[in-house]
């Protein structure tokens, strides 16, 4: 399971004077993993701009100590946590939390001016990545037992991002050596994405595993409809039914999955990110920019992207059916 109530905005309270962490919310749901006998990955300590708020109005330095004390603060709730909680897995006692994003979204989704990709708290606040380094410091000497220290990025599909975030995980392999050692890719794709750009990607993975022994993830695996195949399957003259996307996506990730066989990366885990399309994580963003763009006039009109594990329509389907032929574009 991902639990990512601990991340920084969860724990701080900015509205206290005197800087104040509290765990209550990771704590309720690695509670209820423990519960259940399920492993943990911590999701997540530097969140990109998720902590905008708490850091308003404070230099680069108030900065950085809030982010050192909370730091601090979550490795050593992270190691006492685990001290007490055990799961068996295949026999064999384990820690609850097995894994932690340690960083999260740290290149830039966009392009700047010059068509290049950039480091976000680079350009937002002006830290650079050898105080980054200096912040996670007690991470690295005070890692827990059993745990892993990812790096989780989305979008290595896009050459170029993949280039950079490379990149970035050379300069902290530089700056602190052995704090890394498995890269995430988030993989959040849509129903036509390139088969290729997927093969290109996992094949840099192969040699960035060969190279530098990484161990590799798919971190929030999702599948769902991209803006153009939305108005296909709910507009108004819809020409596809949700049999037709449910058969397309099972075939696409079969095939996703023997590009990343052939390629011969290891895996050490895979997330699927939502269980379900109604709780898909791409459905509000895909309704708020069919919305701003004048395609919908009202949210309720993509009731789902169709992203998550489990169909949401699935009762809509009859439990036998005999799925149409697809046409080649929505293939593509």
Same mark, same amino acid.
């Given at each position: ?7 920084? !905005? @969860?724990?701080?309270?900015? !509205?206290?004077?005197?800087? &104040? ?11 209820? %993993? ?9 999701? =997540? ?13 404070? =230099? ?62 680079? &350009? ?12 996670? #410091?007690? %991470? ?11 790096? @989780?990025?989305?979008?290595? #599909? ?17 700056? /602190? ?13 849509? $129903? ?44 108004? @003259? ?27 990366? $290891?895996? /050490? ?12 994580? @791409?459905?509000? &963003? ?13 949210? /309720? ?32």
């Amino acid at each position: 399971m991902l639990v990512g109530s601990g991340k920084i !905005y @969860n724990v701080v309270n900015k !509205y206290y004077k005197e800087k &104040r962490f509290d765990f209550y919310h990771a704590k309720r749901d690695l509670d209820f %993993a423990y519960r259940n006998g399920k492993q943990v990955r911590y999701h =997540s300590l530097l969140v990109k701009d998720d902590a905008s708020n708490l850091f308003e109005g404070k =230099s680069k330095e108030e900065i950085l100590q809030i982010m050192e004390s909370y730091v601090k603060e979550s490795i050593n709730f992270i190691n006492d946590y685990n001290a007490s909680h055990k799961v068996i897995i295949n026999g064999k006692e384990e820690p609850v939390i097995n894994a932690v994003d340690l960083f999260n979204e740290i290149v830039s989704f966009e392009r700047d001016e010059n068509g290049q990709y950039y480091n976000l708290w680079e &350009r937002k606040y002006g830290i650079s990545m050898h105080e980054l380094m200096s912040v996670f #410091e007690y %991470a690295r000497v005070n890692k827990p037992d059993g745990i892993s220290y990812l790096y @989780n990025e989305p979008f290595l #599909e896009d050459d170029d991002r993949r280039r950079k975030v490379f990149e970035t995980l050379e300069e902290i392999d530089k700056l /602190s050596p052995g704090l890394i050692d498995t890269l995430g890719s988030q993989m959040h794709i849509t $129903i036509g994405e390139d088969y290729s750009k997927i093969e290109r990607c996992f094949n840099d993975l192969k040699t960035l595993q060969d190279r530098t022994d990484k161990k590799i993830q798919i971190t929030e695996f999702d599948m769902s409809l991209g803006s153009k195949e939305i108005s296909r399957v709910f507009g108004e @003259n819809s020409n596809v039914s949700l049999e037709q996307v449910y058969d397309i996506k099972k075939e696409r990730i079969s095939n996703i999955s023997k590009i990343i066989n052939d390629s011969g990366v $290891i895996l /050490s885990g895979v997330s699927y990110w939502s269980l379900t399309d109604g709780i898909d994580c @791409n459905l509000e &963003r895909v309704r708020t920019n069919a919305l701003e763009n004048n395609q919908i006039s009202d949210l /309720s009109q993509i009731p789902t992207a169709c992203g998550g594990l489990i169909p949401t329509h699935k009762k809509l389907l009859s439990k036998n059916y005999e799925s149409e032929k697809t046409t080649d574009s929505i293939k593509k």
